[in-house]
């Protein structure tokens, strides 16, 4: 499978985003998918996952409440709506693909290339 993310930009603090991934050459709603995020130094971090139906979601503490993972399977797409940005939430974010359900960036298999998000303070 092939992910494509897009979205990312430079926003103010306090202000939205919405990412999107695309996704081809795979039955979509086969997987699991998340995201994560990675700030040039660091290691690449959890951020949500979302179901194969959509129905069950999960998030990091630190962006609980101001994030919303969703997925559209007819459009083979994942979005992630992110309000209330922090300058924290700098980083380039990365959709990936999963057959289990976790958190765990070792049970993630498929990766788009990233995009980058970039908030002002």
């Known amino acids: 499978v092939q992910l494509q993310a897009s979205g990312g930009g430079l926003v103010q603090a306090g202000g939205s985003l919405r990412l999107s991934c695309a996704a081809s050459?795979?039955?979509?709603?086969?997987?699991?998918m998340g995201w994560f995020r990675q700030v040039p130094g660091n290691e690449r971090e959890f951020v949500a996952a979302?179901?194969?139906?959509?129905?069950?979601?999960y998030y990091a503490d630190s962006v609980k409440g101001r994030f919303t993972i969703s997925r559209g399977n007819a459009r083979n797409t994942v979005y992630l709506q992110m309000n209330s940005l922090k300058p924290e939430d700098t980083a380039v974010y990365y959709c990936?693909?999963?057959?289990?359900?976790?958190?765990?960036?070792?049970?993630?298999?498929?990766w788009g290339q990233g995009t980058q998000v970039t908030v002002s303070s």
């Open positions: 990936a693909t999963a057959d289990i359900w976790s958190r765990r960036i070792t049970s993630y298999n498929y």
């Open positions: 979302i179901t194969r139906s959509g129905s069950l979601t």
């Open positions: 050459g795979h039955a979509f709603n086969c997987y699991i």
